[in-house]
């Protein structure tokens, strides 16, 4: 998969500069870079690592005196981020899954294939499954009986997508990922411990030796367009109406999304987040790793929660979050501040009551 | 899967009014109810939607007016979710992985199969194993060497059984679950970075080059009657005796049980719980979404804690616990509202020290 | 697989007394073990158990009186895990995949496998893959086009290796491990809410609109040798340069190495431990279950850190943290420690004022 420069320039909307017929096959760090690599020094401390390396062709700051770098062409990225994605799409060689649907895959008669999906070896399509054309269904996936798949999809090795889960266009999930079976949900006969702690505040009066009856979930999962899960990440079907993830949000490894979750567009949780049962999140909410969000509570648009933070409210629209209990970020560090220095507090308040005390010649 | 207003009724236990001939395929909330849905309305605040859908018979609180708001029949629910857990039991059309034995599986010679077990496309059962009558394994499967499951078991796609587990009956297991394969044990040859932290409170004496050895894992996994494990949740062979989990025990997504660990009856675990190696854990504890708990301690029965807790001592039976590390309930609310005021009191000491030392005339 | 007790102890480099020809087939607690089971009793309080058992033969601490114990022999183990780590690999019956190559395996043409490889049914390897000398690829496996593993892997079941990823020798993967997947990265048009909240700690000036724009991950995984990942755990691909796990590292379960992460040699994360994007982590770290890292940082060499802290900054070699935001461990406890006394604490300041008020006669 080779590219001039200019035709990676014009890919990604940038100046390019030099001679731009040169024939590009991989991206590298500056010092790595081989002949055929474009070099990346998007900021001016990544150019020493030029001479190093091999590369004919780097994309570059804005302003960059590139001749002086000993390169032949220079690709000019404004934001480089961006330039980054344009650029990363045009050279992933992909995982290569093959197409066609291979002779060892399981594919129910019912099931509706759209135009060129491919289905790679030992994977299982249920009964009355719909899969959008375009779509790659990898190694070893499963979708269920009903599951309505958009088309343009890339479904990773083992992916499991349950009965009746509907998805929209370009979904993009990675293995493991697990979408639209049981959430967990159970109930016993009486109020159980959670429910006497709950109402308490901290006491469980008698131990009960009670059961936990299962709650099934009906209400199946519904997913938008360009939407993105990481791998073993988990979204459970709801118990009444659908678990919801709205247009273009991505998500990242090894999170859960619980049942009757509604999620917004755009959202970015990284990895590891937990979104408890029945909550609300709005629209472009990032959540940083480890995020845990209790069940039952609405978080507002824009919001922006920290690594490690533990939601345990309603969070307004807007708010940056941290801690455990979540807090204003200003009022975390606030009060992180004063608790590094409350040793030392300890010591001052000791001495006032010395000196307190004398003065009294009381207490 | 059609039942009648009276069946549903009639199966829960719970009285019905009207026509209670209708006939229900499906559960719904009452504004997106059609008229083969039973909509749920708990709760008076839920009865509103019901004139925005088209449900002819709904799931009510005890008491409600079922003829002013529009029913044609209607199902009390005295304690409404387990009233919920009958009900859906009842109208869940399940994953339908399809009857009998798959061509596509690969099932040992000497496995032994109950009647009626299915076992879905691409499933792997090794040899010796048991599977007991009636249960569903799901496409993917992997039920390894010796393993032993017992009655009406659902293990659901890609599921992972290791070698010679013993699993009682009515087990659950959600894709990706993992049971039974090594846990992560190992040692070095001297005392190692966290042995020396441990024993020393806080310093590693010496850069260290040492190597970990492997401790094989042989004691295998025991899990009881009627547990449930969520999705990507691992439940690790303990080394010598076997990693435990008592009868009716439900564990959610993404949990990870570790070696040795002996958890009891009827325990409940949120998603994202990490219990460490050979700790104990009662029976009918609780534990919140993302909660830890060390390495071999003991939880005592009707053990609840918050979602977020991290447990790094044993907890007595009956205690509400939260924080990090966690302490009481309300420990810990008294702490954290201590905390939030923590500024405020550093400014009152200051004016203190001010007060006093002009007082004194001195220092 | 019958060991002699002289078999076992050369093989362990221990001392072994008595009828050192009886044979042993496996290991267990004092209590629980039968005549052909070796007791492990490492410490004097386990010794009482033995009574209660039918063990012959016992692995004892150093200096124990064997034969008023009523054994027949024993092994004195003077680092007594690191005994149980060569006796169990001799016991250890494994998972029993199979030799060869199963019928049901989908192996293509170009991939290249060495002597003795076996692979259980309904792997997938891909085209140009190669796997190393008698390595075992596990049922349901999936190893993508142009990978690369060492000799002597042992991958268990639904293990995934992404394409081109490179793999040292002796590696070890438990069911559901996913390596050399796409890293989630990220960007927006514009700077997005994350970038906002960061450069204004705490503000989101204008809800935006915008759309996550993907940036592909074209750098892969390199793995060194002897290393070992646990069931469900993540290693994603770098984006230009490869995501790295020294040689002799072990993760457990459910963990997260994010893209471009760089790990050092002999590490040992605890299960649930998630290292985000870019993060360079040193040799011999030691990380407890549920300890988060930020992006960006670094960690030095020999640092231990205890479970669920959450490290957002650079930490030196050689330290011990704990806590979120991580600090030294001795710094921890006493904020804690100070924190736990803080309600007294105030209410002692509350004295002071009403003292110092009264001395002063105004206020």
Chains 1, 2, 3 share one sequence.
Not at 10 to 17: H, R
Not at 107 to 132: E, H
Not at 277 to 301: A, C, F, K
Request: aromatic share 4%; with cysteine.
């Amino acid at each position: 998969m080779a590219h001039s420069v200019a035709e990676i320039a014009a890919a990604i909307g940038a100046e390019a500069v030099g001679d731009t017929s040169i024939s590009i096959t991989g991206a590298a760090e500056p010092a790595q870079a081989g002949p055929a690599d474009i070099a990346l020094a998007l900021k001016p401390e990544f150019a020493a690592g030029l001479s190093a390396g091999a590369a004919q062709a780097a994309m570059l700051w804005p302003g960059a005196e590139w001749e002086s770098l000993g390169l032949k062409a220079a690709i000019f990225a404004p934001r480089g981020r961006l330039a980054m994605a344009g650029l990363t799409r045009m050279l992933d060689p992909g995982q290569g899954y093959g197409a066609g649907v291979h002779a060892s895959a399981v594919i129910d008669p019912s099931a509706r294939l759209g135009a060129d999906v491919s289905v790679a070896p030992q994977a299982v399509i249920g009964a009355g499954a719909t899969i959008g054309a375009r779509s790659v269904i990898g190694p070893g996936v499963y979708v269920g009986a009903g599951a309505e798949i958009g088309e343009d999809a890339i479904l990773h090795a083992h992916v499991r997508i349950g009965a009746r889960a509907r998805i929209g266009a370009r979904f993009i999930a990675q293995p493991g990922a697990t979408i639209g079976f049981d959430g967990t949900s159970f109930v016993t006969e009486e109020a159980s411990n959670v429910e006497q702690a709950r109402s308490t505040l901290g006491e469980v009066a008698e131990s009960r030796a009670q059961a936990w009856v299962r709650i099934h979930s009906l209400g199946g999962v519904v997913i938008g367009d360009d939407v993105e899960l990481g791998a073993n990440t988990c979204v459970d079907a709801g118990t009444i109406r659908p678990t919801q993830v709205g247009n273009g949000t991505k998500i990242d490894n090894l999170c859960m999304v619980g049942h009757n979750v509604v999620i917004g567009d755009h959202c970015f949780f990284a990895s590891m987040v937990g979104i408890a049962g029945s909550t609300r999140i709005g629209n472009h909410v990032v959540l940083g790793g480890q995020v845990g969000v209790s069940d039952n509570i609405t978080i507002g648009d824009n919001v922006v929660a920290g690594g490690g933070t533990g939601i345990i409210s309603k969070v307004p629209a807007g708010r940056v979050v941290m801690g455990y209990p979540a807090v204003k970020m200003e009022t975390h560090l606030e009060m992180y501040k004063a608790l590094r220095r409350l040793p030392r507090l300890m010591e001052q308040v000791a001495a006032l009551q010395k000196a307190v005390s004398k003065a009294d010649g009381s207490e």
